[in-house]
Nanobody, 123 residues
Framework: QVQLVESGGGLVQAGGSLRLSCVASGRTFTNYNMGWFRQAPGKEREFVAVTTSSGGASRYADSVRGRFTISRDNAKNTVYLQMSSLKPEDTAVYYC????????????????WGQGTQVTVSS
């Protein structure tokens, strides 16, 4: 088990950038693959990005590839999501999650979740 706390959400204009952070505690951070999901009102929670325990490999949803970058700093027990060229359709609550599996992209493979942080993109 690992405890996760997201931060960095807020209001940003379309075309702008925002960086989300997720700080982990309670278990060894380097044992986990770390991912980001998002959920808009009335829609299901969808996969955004995931990275391996070392940060050496990653995968992205087609909708964000080329605009978002996932990274991690294991010395700080933190994973980041750098978001650029933001669009109104990126508006959602963004969740950080931890998994023992290699580069998972299915919600059921993540056992620990943060509380979420709201990202709102205005046109």
């Amino acid at each position: 088990q690992v405890q996760l706390v997201e931060s960095g959400g807020g209001l940003v204009q379309a075309g702008g950038s925002l960086r989300l952070s997720c700080v982990a505690s309670g278990r060894t951070f380097t044992n986990y693959n770390m991912g980001w999901f998002r959920q808009a009102p009335g829609k299901e929670r969808e996969f955004v990005a995931v990275t391996t325990s070392s940060g050496g490999a990653s995968r992205y949803a087609d909708s964000v590839r080329g605009r978002f970058t996932i990274s991690r700093d294991n010395a700080k027990n933190t994973v980041y999501l750098q978001m650029s060229s933001l669009k109104p359709e990126d508006t959602a609550v963004y969740y950080c999650a931890a998994s023992p599996h290699t580069l998972p992209n299915i919600r059921g493979l993540f056992g620990d979740w943060g509380q979420g942080t709201q990202v709102t993109v205005s046109s």
